[in-house]
């Protein structure tokens, strides 16, 4: 069994940064990417990040720029940094690994808001 579990989220202004963190336990034998999804109220789920075991990323067009992933192989940990947020980052924010299976972790809560 594989868990993925998120943290960092919270109440931020509109201008600010958050860093979330979801760190992966279990029978994790390779990693082949981590990334981060988020699904703001009455919308469907989007892709926010990911990046690959050899470190190449990806990132949403709304996101370019002001969030940055990264990844720590040796404690299988994926981060979110998150500057310049806006009240439209606002939603619940999932992280994801392929291990060959596919995991999510619960999500964290990030509000924009003043």
């Known amino acids: 069994q594989v868990q993925l579990v998120e943290s960092g989220g919270g109440l931020v202004q509109p201008g600010g940064s958050l860093r979330l963190s979801c760190a992966a336990s279990?029978?994790?034998?390779?990693?082949?990417?981590m990334g981060w999804y988020r699904q703001a109220p009455g919308k469907q789920r989007e892709l926010v990040a990911t990046i690959t075991n050899g470190g190449s990323t990806f990132y949403a067009d709304s996101v370019k720029g002001r969030f940055t992933i990264s990844g720590d192989s040796a404690k299988n940990t994926v981060y979110l940094q998150m500057k310049s947020l806006k009240p439209e980052d606002t939603a619940i924010y999932y992280c994801?690994?392929?291990?060959?299976?596919?995991?999510w972790g619960k999500g964290t809560l990030v509000t924009v808001s003043s």
């Open positions: 994801n690994m392929n291990m060959g299976s596919i995991y």
């Open positions: 279990g029978s994790i034998f390779y990693i082949y990417t």
